[in-house]
């Protein structure tokens, strides 16, 4: 079929009016317009062919003017912002990889109606003050905004993804300010493999509560160790993870990880196993712990997740937070024995409001004459209770208002007890 010149002058016209945001938006629209742009040439050429053999009546568009808005089209092509693999993400121009820039400022208010915890602004039920105290101070923080970028390339044996997010909540002690940037998440996966920092391969952040408290509660893991893992997944049995990880302070030899995790139409289950080397001024000893998580969807919008811990002492208390640490007694290190339960309901009631409750529980099971308590002390944690109940309101879009009411209880070996009560209030804005 052939096209008058006039058409094809407007056509070419209207195509170099367009705003840029009219042009491709996704892989398959810019394919299109890279397409069309090869019928505007193929008509072009055909044009000429008709000029050189007999002049039009009608005015026509010279060559040159067409390829000029020809040029212009390919111009605005190559700035076109064309959507990316990842959701939320785009096309790098002149490449197959897309990213996606995330992130959000975070203010929070926390009132202590009870005593305050030295060490951190968040929850420390750890440290709570003993015996009976008053009200606790308010705190004021926009430390925990965070930011972050992820990227995916694709290749012949599937993508390449890399992660790299930071915060300001920077762990650097009482003596000096938080406010310092921070490294939560940076790493390379490919075929299987991913190397770098991120969260532990033993921790089960799926079936972790949501919480508006920054720490969350005890009794689980929450730690981001530089690691070398390997991921095996066959739909049909389940995913199967095997790490090393990068040790506690002190420590000369990886920890060990492996893990299994299947997942069904109600939920999810998890069984996690570790080996981790403990060492105390140049004496080392290897403990062991053990996990199980799992997550039941009790209707569409409902949820319930729980989480069981065991582990032999933590130097770090990350593998399991609201342990006691290990500690040197002559030429023995003897290592705390604990256990910790994690149990959360979810709940979205709406597009606009969504709310948690939680409850994390850590027991020693050594008791006051047990040769770790001799040389750790009768002021170490016997059991540790802390309960969250919060809930998220969404007044427009990318804003979240958070409240949460916390309390909890912490029993040392001697049967001393320190009580926590505190409100937090949050307020967020995400970008994307």
């Not at 309960?387 to 427009?396: D, E, K, Q, S, T």
Request: aromatic letters at 10%; hydrophobic letters at 35%.
């Amino acid at each position: 079929m052939k096209l008058n010149h006039t058409f094809l002058a407007l056509m070419a016209a209207g195509l170099c009016s367009l705003p840029p945001a009219a042009f491709a938006q996704t892989a398959k629209d810019f394919e299109d317009m890279r397409n069309e742009l090869k019928a505007l040439r193929a008509e072009l050429n055909q044009l000429k062919a008709q000029q050189a053999q007999a002049p039009a009546a009608a005015p026509a568009a010279s060559a040159s003017a067409w390829n000029d808005r020809i040029d212009a089209v390919e111009l605005k092509q190559k700035d076109a912002v064309v959507l990316g693999d990842i959701p939320g993400s785009f096309r790098l121009p002149g490449s197959e990889t897309s990213i996606r820039i995330y992130g959000y400022a975070e203010a929070n208010m926390v009132k202590d109606a009870k005593g305050t915890a030295p060490g951190d602004t968040f929850t420390n039920l750890m440290e709570q003050p003993l015996g009976k105290s008053g009200s606790g101070k308010t705190s004021l923080t926009a430390q925990t905004s965070r930011f972050g970028f992820e990227t995916s390339t694709p290749t012949s044996v599937g993508t390449f993804n890399t992660k790299i997010e930071a915060d300001f909540y920077a762990y650097c002690g009482s003596e000096c300010n938080r406010n310092r940037l921070r490294l939560r998440h940076a790493y390379g996966e490919y075929a299987g493999w991913l190397i770098g920092q991120t969260w532990s391969t033993f921790m089960d952040v799926d079936n972790l509560p949501e919480t508006v408290d920054f720490n969350g509660p005890p009794g689980a893991t929450f730690r981001r160790p530089a690691q070398i893992r390997y991921t095996y997944h066959n739909p049909s049995l389940a995913k199967f993870q095997f790490a090393v990880e990068e040790p506690a302070d002190g420590a000369r030899s990886p920890n060990l990880v492996a893990r299994a995790d299947k997942a069904y139409d109600w939920g999810n289950v998890n069984v996690r196993l570790l080996s981790h080397e403990q060492r105390v001024n140049g004496v080392s000893k290897r403990g062991m712990g053990f996990g199980l998580g799992a997550g039941y969807k009790i209707t569409g919008t409902t949820t319930l997740m729980a989480q069981y811990t065991r582990l032999d002492g933590d130097g770090d208390g990350a593998y399991l937070v609201g342990t006691n640490y290990p500690v040197l007694d002559g030429g023995t290190v003897r290592l705390d024995k604990s256990q910790g339960v994690v149990l959360g309901l979810s709940n979205v009631f709406s597009e606009q409001l969504r709310g948690t409750i939680s409850l994390g529980m850590v027991r020693s099971r050594n008791q006051l004459g047990d040769a770790y308590v001799n040389a750790y002390g009768a002021e170490g944690n016997h059991k540790l209770y802390q309960w969250h109940a919060g809930m998220y309101y969404l007044p427009i879009k990318n804003v979240e208002l958070g409240g949460e009411l916390i309390g909890g209880r912490r029993t040392t070996f001697d049967g001393q007890q320190g009580d926590m009560l505190r409100l937090n209030l949050q307020a967020r804005y995400l970008f994307n």
